[in-house]
């Protein structure tokens, strides 16, 4: 089988994926909702006694932004343990179908979703009164360390959604990784966090994208861009590899 | 077919024979009957008190440590702030199930085998109701347990927390009238839940359980300010601490009675015309 042909059967697979997104229009308009919901609470209820300043929206969207992405490469894994719940999966085993295609579709159906979701939540966040300074090229240095992170969590949750017996085990990644940002400097600087905390959430990898792409979308001076773009390759390597070796094992 | 000898027909005659009907229940035995089902479900369902459990630790802990420092400076003091809000919070969200039960019985087909009972018409809501009182309390003490772990000192003493309580169980009966009527009207218990949720999220957090509304925009505080809730986190608050005033328990009595009136009858009729 060729490169073409890979290429081919992945875009085939990721048309599937995306038009499953656009008839799950529930999971859809929740991956949106769920983080504009909490953009709107942190910042118009919590806001003015988090940062007295007024100006604690432009701290917390790079956050929002991130658990957006976070939340809706989770559901990759929903969307892999449905695919291997139901038999399409044995299905397409039957067919010349490259293997890394069927994986490979999720997880780019989940960039593509992801995309939408995130320009969602940055417009509302305008609306609310984000001010980002960032000229053209900073904006895409923060896309592409976000892109990298959906692809990260996209991968690993692959790999989850392989291990999961059931849809609904799957599901419960979604909510474990929608709890990480909370563990980290998303919503509120970690140095006021207690001691105990302090330590997990100032060097868990969101802390470091959320920081990367914090000060790429406000002009501040960042130290955090190259261990975020690091520790995101290494988990999609990681994810993509252990889901290439689980997907064969399911034969 | 053969006939039947005398023996047989006067036995016959004695079983299905008329003789006194039992006596009506009063409208009292009927309501502590249907709370001691409603205890029975708990009994028999005890997962049903995880949400009860889960809840107010999750948030406790979430917004003590996580964000307590950031908004009050350091946690200790924040708690001391937040507990009573939390408290308010986790037997208001828990007043959900009030609904939802009841959605579960209509739609079982329990509820009609009720109405064809001889009993007082609206025990089995008042009843439920009342058993759900039992839930409001084990909330109440997971909530408390939890933050005299976690450093909170009530100055109000016992008798101002057990008063907090109470007041704050008098609100949830009233403010459970609501779910009963989502209950009542709609198709699903999974209707009923999502709902009540979009009811009670601007009641809980557009108020004064997790800031203060100076800190709010002028527009959200001024629904602050005239949202039931608040007055009632207010007087809670108050009472725990041993700072409550007359009026911030006036205050929440009257709310809770007003609620009452309207509401009840509005659900007993649509409990006779719809279920």
Partial sequence: MTAVDVARHTALLTGRGIRRSTREVDALLLAVALPVLLMVLFVVVFGGALRPDGRYVDYVVPGVILLCAGYGAAQTAVAVAGDMTEGIVDRLRTMPVAASAVLTGHVVASMARNALAMVAVVAVALALGFRPSAGPLQWLAAAGILALFVLAVSWVSACLGLVARSVEAASGFTFAVLFLPYLSSAFVPTETMPRALQGFAEHQPITLVVEAVRGLLLGTPTTTAGAAVLWCAALAAAGATGAAVLFRRAR | ?275
């Fill in chain 2, 1 to 275: 077919m053969r006939t039947l000898d005398i023996g047989e027909n006067t036995a016959l005659r004695n079983a299905i024979a008329v003789v006194d009907a039992p006596v009506r229940p009063s409208p009292l035995s009927s309501t502590l009957t249907f709370t001691r089902r409603a205890l029975l479900k708990i009994k028999h369902v005890p997962e049903q008190l995880m949400d009860v459990t889960l809840t107010p630790v999750i948030f406790t802990l979430m917004f003590t440590y996580l964000f307590g420092g950031a908004i009050a400076g350091d946690t200790r003091t924040y708690l001391q702030f937040l507990l009573p809000g939390i408290l308010v919070q986790t037997v208001l969200i828990v007043t959900v199930y009030t609904g939802f039960t009841l959605n579960t019985d209509i739609t079982k087909g329990v509820f009609d085998r009720f109405r064809s009972l001889p009993i007082w018409r609206p025990a089995p809501i008042v009843g439920a109701l009342l058993g759900d009182t039992v839930r409001y309390s084990v909330a109440s003490v997971i909530t408390l347990g939890l933050g005299l772990l976690l450093g909170f000192r009530p100055d109000g003493g016992v008798v101002g927390v057990v008063a907090a309580v109470a007041l704050l169980l008098v609100f949830a009966f009233a403010l459970s009238w609501i779910f009963t009527i989502l209950g009542l009207l709609m198709r699903s218990p999974n209707a009923v839940m999502g709902v009540s949720m979009l009811v009670l999220m601007p009641l809980t957090f557009a108020s004064n359980i997790f800031v203060a509304p100076e800190t709010m925009p002028s527009v959200l505080r001024a629904w602050v300010d005239i949202n039931p809730v608040s007055a009632l986190v207010t007087a809670v608050r108050g009472l725990m601490a041993g700072t409550a005033t007359f009026s911030d328990v006036a205050w929440v009595l009257v709310a809770a009675a007003v609620i009452t009136a309207i509401l009840a009858p509005i659900t007993m009729r649509i409990y006779r015309t719809r279920s």
